[in-house]
């Protein structure tokens, strides 16, 4: 139908084209509507892209000689291929690689549960685990996620440990330099099992512990176990940092069991917690003032006066 015609395609009586008339109210509607879906091609195409690197100085109480300007970089929440593409995760990857860590950490979700079939997570665990072998740091661990649970744990893990990521599901393991020692904890996924400290803590380290859960909420549960005064870091992601976040309202897509410390730093009397706000999406393939982040720690030894006497630890002796 041409303007200024009837349905059945004679001139309009009026002679003027009032089937397009628009009045105020639907013109701010309309303007409102296209400003609604350029956020949201915004958000799902440039701004899900966008990512940045945290760079961190963390204090750690006796703190080896060894493991003075250790450095870390924490990669989280990858969630590929729903809606990670390979090529970011590889750009990631090489991000990492120009950081040069002396360790990387992986805090869960390394693939998404839904919305495709299960056989495209299992893949997706594949082909994550083949871009992270590509790491050129010395040493590489990883957790378990609730998406990770979700798709069968054993089909994420056994693909990414033959590929020389290994996952640690309540245990922990000792990094060496020397005779110094510094010990690595890995918590089973709290947000969908019930992880047992006693497992993913060491308990007698006597050097520091940096301890991962993928949910930073179960940090409340970490601080009422005996084992708490041991950890001196508590590494986590699950949250996106919310995702998408608008002003005043702030974040808007925030799970359970990542409501509460949404992200950045948080301390916990010794214990320092970091949130780590991934790179990837759920639910919607979307980003907005949230953009993916890459965090780079230093570790240095914290200064006799900011350490508390009574949790000091005495270094191991040599072996």
């Known amino acids: 139908m041409h303007r200024g015609s009837t349905p059945n395609g004679q001139p309009d009586p009026k002679g003027q084209p009032g089937s397009f008339h628009l009045t105020r109210r639907g013109f701010l509607g309309a303007t409102l509507a296209a400003a609604g879906l350029g956020v949201a091609v915004y958000s799902g195409t440039h701004a899900r892209h966008e990512w940045e690197i945290t760079r961190l100085t963390i204090p750690i109480r006796d703190l080896p000689d060894g493991f003075q300007n250790f450095r870390i970089v924490q990669l989280s929440d990858i969630h590929l291929e729903e809606f990670t593409e390979p090529y970011f995760l590889e750009h990631m990857v090489a991000q990492i690689n120009a950081m040069a860590p002396d360790l990387v950490l992986v805090t869960g979700d390394f693939v998404s549960r839904g919305p495709l079939a299960l056989s ?3 893949r997706s ?9 590509t790491l050129k740091a010395p040493q590489r661990f990883g957790i378990l996620g609730n998406h990770d649970v979700n798709v069968g744990a054993d089909h994420v893990i056994r693909p990414l440990e033959a590929h020389g990521t290994p996952i640690l599901v309540d245990s922990y393991f000792a990094l060496e330099r020397g005779r110094d020692l510094l010990w690595l904890g890995g918590s089973n996924d709290a947000g969908t099992r019930t992880p047992d400290l006693n497992f993913a803590i060491p308990p007698n380290p006597r050097a520091p512990v940096i301890f991962m859960c993928h949910e930073p909420d179960y940090v409340e549960s970490v601080v009422q176990h005996p084992r708490f005064p041991l950890i001196d870091l508590m590494l986590s992601g699950h949250s996106h940092g919310g995702q998408i976040r608008l002003p005043i309202l702030g ?3 925030l ?3 990542g409501q509460k410390y949404v992200e950045g730093m948080f301390r916990f009397d010794h214990m320092q917690l970091y949130v780590n706000r991934g790179i990837g999406t759920v639910g919607l393939p979307f980003r907005l003032n949230c953009p993916a982040e890459l965090t780079h720690f230093t570790l240095v030894r914290a ?3 900011e350490s508390d006497p009574a949790l000091k630890r005495t270094r191991p002796s040599a072996r």
């Open 125 to 133: 665990a594949g082909v994550a685990a083949e871009l992270l072998s």
């Open 303 to 305: 200064p006799e006066s």
């Open 120 to 122: 495209v997570s299992w």
């Open 251 to 253: 974040p808007l897509i």
């Open 255 to 257: 799970p359970p069991m």
